[in-house]
């Protein structure tokens, strides 16, 4: 194995700082972006992929003695209080904040503030 084919250490911290700073700010969506390796990546390739996305009101924690005493018209208080803004999740991570609103029958959310990619680096920790 010569010292090329070695593996070499590198602390969370620098890798994090690494990964950081390979998170684009802006992404031109008519150009083809460019990765370390000198690869073209085509960002076109991924706007038909499906992902999941969901709004989270709280969350509690419960012994399951009280979840089975649960019935019809049992109140369950959550975490959050009423004037909080919402979590945006996207396939389980937080992407944005926002508020509930009424739009064409339907619920939907007004995003107040988005998670920087920066943000969600640190909370993989």
Same mark, same amino acid.
């Given at each position: ?35 370390? =390796?000198?690869?073209?990546?085509? @960002?076109?390739? !991924? /706007? ?6 969901? $709004?989270? *009101? =709280?969350?509690?924690?419960?012994? @399951?003695?009280? !979840? /089975? ?6 109140? $369950?208080? *959550? ?8 979590? !945006? /999740? ?18 939907? !959310? ?16």
């Amino acid at each position: 194995m010569t010292d090329a084919d070695q593996p070499t250490e590198v602390s969370e911290e620098q890798a994090l700082e690494t990964a950081e700073a390979s998170v684009p700010q802006e992404l031109d969506e008519t150009q083809p972006s460019s990765d370390p =390796g000198g690869e073209k990546i085509d @960002i076109d390739l !991924l /706007m038909d992929v499906q992902v999941n996305l969901s $709004v989270e *009101l =709280g969350r509690i924690r419960m012994p @399951i003695k009280d !979840l /089975m005493t649960l019935n019809h018209g049992s109140v $369950v208080g *959550l975490d959050r209080s009423v004037n909080e803004p919402l979590d !945006l /999740m996207v396939n389980g991570t937080l992407i944005a904040h926002g508020e509930v609103v009424e739009s064409q029958g339907k619920f939907g !959310l007004r995003l107040l503030d988005l998670v920087s990619p920066g943000e969600r680096l640190k909370k993989l920790k």
